[in-house]
């Protein structure tokens, strides 16, 4: 069983940054690495992805200009970088992994494991 940890979430300022880390415990044949997020009341939405072989990435409109997700594969470890911070940004944020490639995690808005998730409350 793999475990995905993030960190990093916390209250913030409408137009200010934020960075979030998640960390798997050990290796897998994960190939995507991801963050999804779940805001009250709303269903689970995709955010940022990022494919762990080859680097290339994928976001969300509502989040594309503002977020950067990066990894860092010698630490099993994916970022996600927010500024501009919005009051529609909050959320629990949850990474995600996954064997499949980018456009099915997407698109099934699913994923073979998930951390446990860290709260992002955007003050106006």
């Known amino acids: 069983q793999v475990q995905l940890v993030e960190s990093g979430g916390g209250l913030v300022q409408a137009g200010g940054s934020l960075r979030l880390s998640c960390t798997a415990s050990?290796?897998?044949?994960?190939?995507?690495m991801g963050w999804f997020r779940q805001a009250p009341g709303k269903e689970r939405e995709f955010v940022a992805a990022i494919d762990m072989n080859g680097g290339s990435t994928s976001y969300a409109d509502s989040v594309k200009g503002r977020f950067t997700i990066s990894r860092d594969n010698a630490k099993i470890t994916v970022y996600l970088q927010m500024n501009s911070l919005k009051p529609e940004d909050t959320a629990v944020y949850y990474c995600?992994?996954?064997?499949?490639?980018?456009?099915?995690?997407?698109?099934?808005?699913?994923?073979?494991?998930w951390g446990p998730g860290t709260q992002v409350p955007v003050s106006s």
């Open positions: 050990r290796r897998t044949f994960s190939t995507v």
């Open positions: 995600a992994a996954d064997s499949r490639t980018i456009i099915q995690v997407i698109s099934t808005n699913q994923a073979k494991y």
